[in-house]
């Protein structure tokens, strides 16, 4: 309840850039913002930076796991 009342008034921190948006997708349990949404998809993949973007996606799929 009071988390929901947090993301209402903050926004959702993004997995890239790593800023609090409210505009943005949802990738499993992750969120990414709209501006690096469009910054990776606009991003050539021969690119540095998109390595990093890949970089910081892959955290996404490698979710910790408490045993
Ligand atoms: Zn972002």
Known sequence: M???LAKDQ???MCVVCGQSK???IHLYTSFIC???EKSIISTDTSDPQ???Y???LKKINT???YS
Do not use: A, D, V
Request: net charge neutral; hydrophobic share 20%; glycine share 10%.
């Open 2 to 4: 009071s988390s929901q």
């Open 63 to 65: 979710p910790e796991i």
């Open 54 to 56: 890949i970089k910081q």
């Open 10 to 12: 903050l926004g959702e």
């Open 34 to 36: 709209t501006e690096c």
């Open 22 to 24: 409210f505009k943005g």
């Open 50 to 52: 998109y390595k990093y």
